[in-house]
């Protein structure tokens, strides 16, 4: 009997020296949870995905305590962190089967838990080449995604590695979900936040979380918001879940786009146009009003504004201290400061005075970008589905009466089989109404190139290419005309941009596998023949 007591409390010792070397040995828990139990040790750990972690302290409790509920609810969630969701809501279930108070947090879990597994049972999963990701989508035309992500993924794998200090154990787990109800069944979002915010993925329980272009009637930048997620998964695994979202936000907004390139990172004209209006108005979203989330926020032009405002904060960091500051100013959380004492302590500087004085006149010396908004034109996410009112035609796009005629005439004529009268209206409504308008542009472009003039095409393009960047017509007719002038390299770019939004065009791919042709890679034009007719 008294070799059972020593044995104990020698476990109980053992368990106690354990949690202590798991976080001074990295575990990187929050500060609070340095003189914290046991069980707030594993809890944090788990916050921050760090399942590795946090299974040799739940088996060393299992050993002390036996099978307890709460034992068998920390199994289940590795198992979920895991994406063992069989396995995971069994062991739920068990939990709350043993457990007098049926905690509620518990029961929300179990819901999640059952909503992934039922809604990724017959899904394909396939690996990077690179093996740093998986992809878990449903069968059929989603697979086309995989190429145009695994390319994206995988180079940003090394870039964030680089910029962020942090390369997470591999395969990172990326599911794609068919619509935008899935997403809500499978996260805490609702579809009305989804829908109002325009939140389209996420970066939750230890995987990303993505929407399928095919969602929606034209796509999305899918590409970009699949890596901005991934940068939040590198911060959340780096620090443990210690960057408030204005940070997170902040550092993926800025990343989003670093994998395509130097000089790739800047906002879109639309947003800086936002955000000098809205500072002009002295109507800025405050940080506070930025938590918990994003999504929260009441508007969508709300959120995109908080977007810009964040990327500016961590734009102004990566200027004054150049590269490697954002590693730098996360491992002073991972070290134990907050978000603001981090951020003060990399820029050197009071975080009160930056926001009150530096901030707010960074922003105003920041230039002026010329963006003449194209009145009447929506950009607006639309998801399939939703009616009429998600897909107004290109002439309700033409706000000016005037130039609306021109249009129409042009779009007769241009049925009608005469594209150089077809191009002398759409230049006439363009005289009305400028040249920001992307229904206009690429109807007057795809005029100039059924006439001949490729070169043309291109110039009328150009301006709706700066401005409104994910309008996949854009560079759908830009890669026709490139490929018209034997640019096939440009060609081949211009079409890839058009399959990172809508890759479920058929014609964006039998235009690839000729581009491929072209340039003599037969492989990936195989490819992309397959992938045409797979989405047809």
Partial sequence: MRHDRTTRALRTRMLRMLTIAMLTLGALAPASAWAASPADAIEDMLDSWHV?????????????????????????????YEQRYDEALTLMDQALANSSSKPPGWV????????????????????SPKGYFEITYPKGKDEVLLPY???ALD??????????????????????????????????????????????ALCKYNRLMVTSPNAL??????????????????????????????????????????WRGAGEHRLPPSSEKMLRDRLE???????????????????????ATAYAEVYTVMEYLHRQKGEGVFALMLDKMSAGLDAKQAYSATLGVDFGDFERTIWPSYLRSRPKVDFAEAEGFDDGLKFKGDGAKSAPTELEQVAKPEAKQHVQLGLMLQTRGRPKAAAVQYEKAVRLMGDSNPVVQTRLAQSLLESGDAKGALDALAPARESYPTYVTTWLIMGKASAALGEHADARDHLLEAARINPFDPEVHALLAAAYDALGDKDTATREREYAALVR
């Fill in 149 to 151: 992500a695994f390319d």
């Fill in 52 to 80: 590795s972690r946090a299974r040799p302290l739940v088996e060393a409790m299992a050993t002390d305590r036996g099978e307890t509920p709460q034992v068998t609810y920390f199994r289940s969630r590795m198992a979920f």
């Fill in 217 to 258: 009637l034209q796509g999305y930048g899918w590409v970009d918001t699949a890596v901005h997620e991934y940068v939040h998964y590198v911060i959340n695994h780096k620090t443990s879940a210690r960057v408030p979202i204005w940070m997170h936000e902040g550092l993926a907004k800025y990343l989003e786009k670093t």
């Fill in 155 to 200: 180079e940003a794998y090394e870039v964030f590695g680089r910029e962020l200090g942090m390369r997470p154990a591999t395969p990172v787990r990326v599911e794609i979900y068919p619509n935008s109800l899935v997403l809500a069944k499978v996260s805490s979002l609702t579809e009305t936040d989804i829908k109002t915010t325009g939140t389209i």
């Fill in 108 to 127: 929300m879990l179990r819901e999640e838990i059952a909503a992934a597994g039922e809604v990724t049972r017959d899904y394909v999963t396939k690996t």
């Fill in 281 to 303: 108005a002295d109507d800025l979203v405050t940080f506070e009003q930025m938590h918990p989330s994003m999504a929260k926020l009441p508007s969508a032009e709300d959120a």
